[in-house]
């Protein structure tokens, strides 16, 4: 049983390595731009120890989706749904928690982005599921939003969804320029900056 455990271990391993090198290719030359061989030198591989863990180029793209969507997405909702405060504490968590996981998951959140601005609108048949996660980002944003008129901390005339797409556009920029300039950016200060805009606009 332990060899068995330490074979499923480095297999893991292996496939968290290839991931790793995609994401990381898929940004330096975009995901038509990139080539299985890329992926492959990169990981120090052959084609076939790849293509025993993912099928294509494209579930490679399938994986950082789903990777994205459980461990940001729904990471993030389930932690600020677990804060028994007011919307200004959700709001705290929501911070918190995103300014953590960009730290530690870089390559996850920029390639997620980055590909997005790739492939929707270009036709590709995984444009559908990028929609989708957008889609339940925005309305997990506009539900605080409303929860936040409800409580009379943010203004009675905001429009949720539209503040919804806007702190999303907001968190996409903040995550490029900090991935562009980390070297020069205090990272507490740069997220406090965001948090004190964003309130700035929204609290009555």
Do not use: P
């Not at 992926?39 to 294509?56: D, M, N, P, Q, V």
């Not at 405060?85 to 918190?96: A, S």
């Not at 300014?99 to 980055?114: G, H």
């Amino acid at each position: 049983m332990k060899k068995l455990n330490n074979k499923n271990l480095r297999s893991q391993e292996t496939a968290n390595r290839i991931l790793y090198q995609a994401m990381r290719i898929f940004l330096e030359k975009g995901y038509h731009g990139t080539s299985i061989d890329d992926i492959t030198r990169a990981a120090k591989l052959t084609k076939g120890a790849l293509y025993w863990h993912f099928h294509s180029k494209e579930d490679l793209l399938k994986r950082i989706i789903e990777e994205y969507e459980r461990r940001f997405l729904d990471g993030m909702i389930q932690a600020v749904n677990e804060v028994k405060g007011t919307i200004l504490d959700k709001i705290e968590r929501y911070f918190r928690y995103n300014a953590a996981f960009a730290y530690y998951n870089r390559e996850l959140c920029v390639s997620f982005d980055t590909l997005a601005a790739e492939l929707v609108g270009a036709h590709h048949g995984i444009e559908a599921e990028f929609r989708r996660i957008y889609k339940k980002y925005q309305n997990f944003l506009s539900n605080l939003m409303v929860q936040g008129k409800k409580e009379r901390f943010f203004k009675k005339e905001i429009d949720e969804n539209l503040s919804a797409l806007v702190i999303i556009a907001f968190h996409v920029g903040i995550l490029f320029q900090w991935s562009m300039n980390k070297d020069e950016i205090d990272g507490k200060a740069y997220v406090n900056m965001f948090k004190k805009i964003m309130l700035q606009g929204l609290m009555v």
